[in-house]
């Protein structure tokens, strides 16, 4: 799927869009999600033009996919998330229902986040 710059978190990117930012470096932004579904609910961004962790890990450069990750960990710390604990989720694609066709990190924390997936059926 080719990236379409009128995304949403493109606009965020491009300051068209306002977010509630968290934290902002040379490879990531991270901001509030606006239907958090946790105390803590941040969406972490990388600043490149990829659709999904697919387009990222194929087509980022090592720079860009250690500072993405890096930029994670360091919101998580921020958040006061590494104590209790956080989670870390991805969805890519039809299945995963990614809703936005920018690659995003959520991170989840703030309450006991219960089992890994929910299974409607096997
Ligand atoms: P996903 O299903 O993984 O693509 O998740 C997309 C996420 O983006 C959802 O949790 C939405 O609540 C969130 N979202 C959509 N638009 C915005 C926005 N303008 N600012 C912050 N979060 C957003």
Not at 41 to 59: Q, T
Not at 63 to 84: K, N, Y
Request: glycine content about 10%.
């Amino acid at each position: 799927m080719a990236y379409d710059d009128q995304n949403v978190f493109a606009k965020i990117l491009r300051g068209e869009i306002s977010c509630n930012k968290v934290y902002e470096d040379a490879w990531a932004l991270a901001f509030q999600d606006i239907a958090p579904q946790a105390p803590t609910h941040i969406l972490v961004i990388p600043k490149g033009p990829y659709v999904s962790m697919d387009d990222f890990s194929a087509n980022a450069s090592d720079e860009e996919i250690a500072g993405f990750f890096r930029a994670i960990g360091t919101v998580a710390r921020d958040a006061g998330a590494v104590p209790g604990g956080y989670r870390m989720l991805a969805n890519h694609g039809r299945d995963a229902h990614q809703e936005v066709q920018h690659f995003h990190m959520h991170v989840f924390a703030g309450r006991d986040l219960g089992g890994m997936i929910r299974h409607s059926r096997n």
